[in-house]
Nanobody, 117 residues
């Protein structure tokens, strides 16, 4: 599998913003729905957002209106713009290739997002 390379995590205060990026191979990017998952300490990994090849999107209810997923075909990159961040958004965020609705079988290495109160 060609790696997914995430970047853009960091430490931010509540109410702040971060943008995550995920670079994929052209073949992966053009064929699959791409998405983001997250895993907080002591919790299971959960779906956050997804975007289809045609630009259709899906979001976890708790991030709707705050997070925006997008993709740039020229750069083979998926983005997750996160606004109005809350401490409960603190987690490792993983870029993923989805095999069905809200299910993935291949993830990147993850990037830490920490939101301080």
């Amino acid at each position: 599998q060609v790696p997914l390379v995430e970047s853009g995590g960091g430490l931010v205060q509540a109410g702040g913003s971060l943008r995550l990026s995920c670079a994929a191979s052209g073949r992966t990017f053009s064929r699959y729905t791409m998405g983001w998952f997250r895993q907080a300490p002591g919790k299971e990994r959960e779906f956050v957002a997804a975007i289809t090849r045609l630009g259709g999107t899906d979001y976890l209810d708790s991030v709707k209106g705050r997070f925006t997923i997008s993709r740039d075909g020229a750069k083979n990159t998926v983005y997750l713009q996160m606004n109005s961040l809350k401490p409960e958004d603190t987690a490792i965020y993983y870029c993923a290739v989805l095999i069905s609705t809200r299910n993935a079988d291949y993830w990147g290495q993850g990037t830490q997002v920490t939101v301080s109160s």
